[in-house]
């Protein structure tokens, strides 16, 4: 049986915006649950705080859906951040919180297959550069065994200083240091594939949900590694 799925927003991006890929993964029989984020649950955290409400919403909506589906396990798709945060809720090193807090999750045993939709698991982003190297000093590449590692990145926009590429060549420099390089207009291919994962590219998609055209959660895209949640 299926195990149930469950969808992380990417960055100040709320639940709405995958009600398509939850409804395409449900057809495909894959019980499809999004962590009910609000754009504006995002605000707090702008500018580099902790992730720690974000986390305790994902938690939640795992224990609900392990209860739901009499389930020990589940999948888990993180989208853009959504993949970093994923990788801190499997871990089992305290995570700063909110002042002397701190938050202990320990998740790897309930999760069979992790899969990041263009996350950039490494970022020189000054804003998101402290979670990143918590994650990466931690839990680097592939970290659980007992855990499929799954990064998909995009190959649609090569970043130059020019019209229709300046963003792309901005956010590849910001992310992995080099504008100059394919990605999926917002994260750098290289950002986005992690070592020891089963890494996949797929040309002509981009970022977000909102963009126009095809992103990884389309139809045309979800072909490509819909079978790794088998």
Known sequence: ???????????????????QLAALLAKSGFPTITVPLRRRDWFPLIGGRTVAPIIQQLNHTVKQALQE??????????????GWISRIYLGEKPYP?????????????????LITLGTPHI??????????DFVNNNYPG?????????????????????????????????????????GDGITPITSAHLAGAENLTI???????RSP????????????WVEYLS
């Open 97 to 113: 919180a909110t002042g002397k807090l701190q938050s202990l999750w320990n998740a790897h045993s309930s999760v069979a297959t």
């Open 213 to 224: 055209g095809i992103w990884y959660g389309s139809p045309e895209a979800l072909k490509n």
């Open 203 to 209: 040309e002509g998609v981009k970022h977000s949900p």
């Open 69 to 82: 589906h009499n389930a020990t396990q589940v999948n888990l798709i993180g989208h853009s951040a959504g």
């Open 142 to 182: 592939a970290f659980y065994k007992n855990v499929r590692y799954v990064c998909v990145a995009g190959k649609t926009i090569y970043g130059e200083r020019r019209r229709g590429s300046w963003l792309a060549y901005s956010s590849y420099q910001q992310t992995c240091g080099i504008g100059n390089t394919w």
């Open 123 to 132: 970022s020189q982003e000054r804003w998101t550069r402290w979670n990143l």
């Open 1 to 19: 049986m299926p195990l149930p799925t469950i969808i992380i927003p990417g960055y100040l991006e709320s639940a709405i915006a995958y009600q």
